[in-house]
């Protein structure tokens, strides 16, 4: 069999240890897994209900379409139902993104560290991949500017930033995309809007009719609590979606998917909740680092990258040991860094206490 070539130089993604093997390794009764910014709190009550009614009817296809939740979201939204895509999970989009636009003989541009899939899935379309070094934890948009040229076809921005939590300003996105060829794509992922509080933080739905080269990326797997059940999508304009939809799989967001998600956009107060814990969350991890002198990103997602200035790998052990399941910063660019998705107020309490002790 010959692989593609760029598929030897790629890793299979390394998820994080599940819990049931950690405690059985460890021996421990109860873990908490802080590793992969999901929702401490669950998903809406809503959506409980909705799966439960839906169970008799396993048998029949998705709607390709998801009309349904397209109506619903096109309306929440503010947008025509033509200016979506959705993926399993934001991920997929990802990838038809760089199935749509990527091959060789193209370069796309993003920062370094930031989240792998761009790369990884940009890799295996055989494109050249330039990436720019962040600086300070924050997209160097000059930088990254500069190394567009006539092959570049994507540009990424992660906004904020995976894994330092960096935003990026209203007056510096909008500076950057004035600049940018207006054949080039900018993906501006928002993975983490619903937890933003910074009142400069862009608001990206209005630019879509200024700028037809930009496609923004949410999901429904963070704030929304429903990761399990694989559901993002993509907004641009209806060209561009257009454009791509040929590169999607059928029936690629489940049924049980499209319908949490249906449900899920009714409970704003959830949203409210958890935007509001997780900003409390931060404090007490910001409160923790001042006080131990630690480095850190203020953060506008749900996680905080935090400099111990020792082997992450060991500190993520000692943590593993008591029960927490974080994210070393070893794989993500920072290797005295640990990533931690923010808790419960007692989550994030129960883990600065260890922190402290190791310390
Ligand atoms: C920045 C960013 N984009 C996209 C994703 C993918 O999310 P999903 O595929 O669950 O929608 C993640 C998940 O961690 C992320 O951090």
């Keep these: 069999m010959k692989v593609k070539e760029q598929l030897k130089m790629l890793k299979p993604y390394q998820p994080g240890k599940p819990i049931e093997e950690v405690k059985k390794e460890y021996n421990l009764d109860k873990v ?26 396993m048998a029949i296809y998705p709607d390709g379409y998801a009309f349904a939740i397209r109506e619903k979201l096109a309306n929440h939204l503010g947008v025509n139902m033509d200016q979506l895509i959705f993926g399993n999970g934001s991920d997929e989009i990802v990838q038809i993104i760089c199935r749509s636009y ?17 790369r990884h899935n940009a890799v295996i379309e055989g494109a050249e991949i330039r990436e720019i070094p962040l600086k300070n934890g ?12 006539e092959k570049t076809r994507v540009v990424w921005v992660c906004n904020p930033n995976n894994p330092t939590g960096v935003y990026i300003p209203e007056s510096q996105l909008l500076s950057f995309l004035e600049k940018v060829p207006t054949d080039v794509l900018v993906v501006l992922d928002e993975a983490y809007y619903e937890y933003v509080t910074q009142e400069d933080y862009p608001n990206s739905i ?7 080269n930009l496609m923004i990326l949410r999901t429904f797997s963070k704030a929304y609590g429903l990761a399990s059940l694989r559901i993002g999508y993509g907004i641009a304009n209806p060209t561009l979606i257009k454009e791509m939809e040929p590169a999607r799989e059928p029936f690629n967001t489940n049924t049980l998917a499209q319908k949490a998600a249906f449900v899920a956009l009714d409970d704003q107060d959830f949203i409210e909740y958890c935007r509001n814990e997780n900003e409390k969350g931060l404090k007490q991890y910001y409160c923790f680092c001042e006080e131990f002198n630690l480095k850190y990103f203020p953060s506008q997602g749900n996680f905080i990258l935090i400099n111990f200035g020792r082997d992450a790998n060991e500190l993520f ?36 206490q260890h922190l402290k002790e190791l310390l």
């Design 32 to 57: 908490v897994k802080l590793a992969s910014n999901e929702n401490p709190f669950g998903c809406s009550e809503l959506v409980k209900k909705v799966l439960v009614d839906h169970f008799d009817n």
């Design 102 to 118: 990527l091959g060789k003989g193209t370069n796309t541009v993003m920062a370094t560290p930031t989240f792998p899939q761009y």
């Design 138 to 149: 924050e997209h160097d948009l000059e930088n990254m500017l500069q190394a567009i040229d």
């Design 206 to 212: 209005n630019l879509l009719q200024k700028y037809e």
């Design 317 to 352: 052990e000692a943590l593993l040991k008591k029960g927490f399941i974080v994210r070393s910063g070893k794989a993500l660019g920072f290797p005295t860094s640990l990533r931690i998705t923010v808790g419960s107020t007692e989550q994030n309490e129960a883990i600065i």
